[in-house]
């Protein structure tokens, strides 16, 4: 079976620092990972995506994460945040059934941006 | 460019209403369409999902069904809402042979339940 893990519910950054935001997955089988984001009362836009390839990502918005398959952990960084990145974060996995792709969601990281 | 509309986007309805919900997607073929629930401080959850007009399967039973009349709409519906329906509902859409099927989520609509 397939589940994804969001270690932390909420992080607080002030405004210009580092984040990090923490995502282990479990799979019996290979699988593909996503970050997306929610701001308030929206729908979730796509961040980054692994599929293939190259083990670190880079996304919108300055993110990149990095897949480690030996840690099955795809954590979402950025280097510097704004207060406009203060929005709650999704890690999924997906995957394909005989004709569908099924998405597995994390249970969501709140980031707080504070200046 | 393709786009994935919902409506209403706010909605109030007393216990025992029936509801429908609406989401279209544009600039797309055969996509594969997805509802989700939202309830508050939890993640997504997939309510059904469907590969072709007419095909629809659910993943949770519940007191909310959906259709798909035709390729690009898909529907949301109750005859009895209960207070426990009341949350953010996502469609979304997405296609295999494109990023692996990555999806796209439309505005949402807030639902609550009175």
């Known amino acids: 079976a397939q589940s994804v893990t969001q270690l932390d519910s909420q992080v607080p950054v002030f405004e210009e620092a580092p984040v990090e935001l923490r995502c282990n997955y479990s799979s019996s089988v290979s699988v593909y990972l996503f970050w997306y984001v929610q701001y308030p009362n929206q729908g979730l836009q796509l961040l980054l995506k692994y599929l293939s390839g190259s083990t670190l990502v880079k996304g919108i918005n300055g993110f990149e994460a990095e897949f480690n398959k030996s840690q099955t952990s795809f954590h979402l960084r950025k280097p510097s945040v704004h207060i406009s990145d203060t929005a709650e974060y999704f890690c999924?996995?997906?995957?394909?059934?005989?004709?569908?792709?099924?998405?597995?969601f994390g249970s969501g990281t709140k980031l707080n941006v504070k200046p | 460019s393709q786009t994935i509309h919902q409506w209403p986007a706010t909605l109030v309805q007393p216990v025992g209403s029936p509801l429908s919900l609406e989401c279209t997607v544009e600039?797309?073929?055969?996509?594969?369409l997805y509802w989700y629930r939202q309830a508050a401080g939890r993640g997504l959850q997939l309510l059904f999902y469907s590969v072709g007009i007419g095909q629809i399967s659910s993943e949770v039973p519940q007191n909310l069904s959906a259709s798909r009349p035709q390729d690009r709409q898909f529907i949301l519906s109750s005859k009895k809402l209960l207070l426990s329906d009341s949350g953010f509902y996502l469609c979304a859409w997405g296609l295999n042979h494109m990023d692996r099927g990555v999806q796209y989520f439309g505005p949402g609509t807030r639902l609550t339940v009175l």
């Open positions: 999924a996995v997906s995957l394909f059934l005989y004709n569908f792709n099924k998405f597995y």
């Open positions: 600039g797309t073929s055969n996509p594969n």
